[in-house]
């Protein structure tokens, strides 16, 4: 049996694609209540908002890959219910997609891959109506 890594906790993702962490209160609240409450050997909070139509700088959208000794037993649905418990003051206000993966550190160590996000199939920010609403200009 091969020994689990020591905890990786990524660094995130700025949806400005600057220096992770840099002004993002959304993003450090969730890392903060994931890691208190789960004790996770892996975690990464992902900002998605940039591919979405909304403003620059936006935290709406995020993807959280977590793997937890705290999912062991657990079906993928009760995972996904603690985990939108330990999170739903901020589902109930500035978040408004969250993305899950969350594996035991037995399924991590046998299957680190991270899911990538689908694209936005509402309000994409290329389309000209909403880059008006959010004060851009479409892309090509």
């Not at 909070?45 to 657990?74: Q, Y």
């Not at 037995?106 to 199939?121: A, M």
């Amino acid at each position: 049996v091969r020994a689990l890594r020591r905890p990786i906790f990524s660094a995130g993702y700025s949806a400005l694609g600057g220096s992770p962490m840099e002004n993002t209160p959304v993003e450090a609240s969730i890392r903060a209540k994931l890691k208190q409450a789960l004790e996770p050997v892996h975690l990464e909070i992902i900002n998605d908002s940039h591919m979405h139509a909304v403003p620059r700088g936006s935290e709406t959208h995020f993807r959280v890959v977590v793997a937890s000794r705290r999912f062991e037993g657990l079906s993928l649905i009760h995972r996904h219910r603690l985990v939108n418990d330990i999170l739903q003051e901020e589902l109930a206000g500035p978040v408004h997609a969250l993305s899950i993966q969350a594996k035991t550190p037995q399924q991590w160590e046998k299957n680190p891959k991270i899911i990538q996000s689908p694209e936005c199939l509402g309000g994409s920010k290329h389309d000209p109506q909403m880059a008006g609403k959010i004060g851009g200009t479409p892309q090509a």
